[in-house]
């Protein structure tokens, strides 16, 4: 179980509308590239980030199949689709709508690029719901907030 002392966990950063979060990766997973919005939703600097794990930014609430079928799915050559909670430098968060692939060179593949927008509360809420009841039924660590 984790235990949330820290009232950050709790504040969320709307991803605006107009915005798109663009990321590349090495085939390893870390940051290669981040636009100006990923780093200003996500809290870092292009100095802190590039060279980072993409899981600098996997917020506890997400459950570990959702980033298995992730990896499984680009490794095969396809693109993955899916709403992911990331968690902000500040402990915040926010969720989005990823969209990521592989990108090709002379048809090998030389990178991942990951494309993020905005998602409606309600996709939230759903989403929320369903990654508590995964790690729920796997036995994956279950947060409890604590007011002190």
Not at 103 to 121: C, I
Request: charged share 30%.
């Amino acid at each position: 179980m984790i235990e949330f002392t820290q009232s950050e966990f709790l504040v969320e950063t709307e991803v605006p509308q107009d915005e798109l979060i663009i990321s590349r990766t090495d085939l390893t997973g870390k940051i290669t590239y981040a636009n100006e919005t990923f780093c200003e939703i996500s809290g870092y600097s292009q100095d802190e980030i590039i060279g980072k794990p993409h899981s600098i930014v996997r917020h506890p609430d997400m459950p570990s199949a959702a980033f298995e079928d992730l990896w499984n799915t680009i490794k095969a050559g396809k693109q993955w689709k899916g709403i992911v909670k990331n968690l902000r430098k500040d402990k915040g968060f926010y969720w989005v709508e990823a969209l990521v692939s592989g990108v090709y060179k002379k048809g090998e593949l030389v990178e991942y690029k990951s494309l993020r927008s905005p998602v409606s509360y309600a996709t939230k809420l759903e989403y929320q719901k369903l990654y508590d009841k995964m790690r729920s039924e796997k036995n994956e660590r279950i947060r409890k907030i604590i007011y002190t």
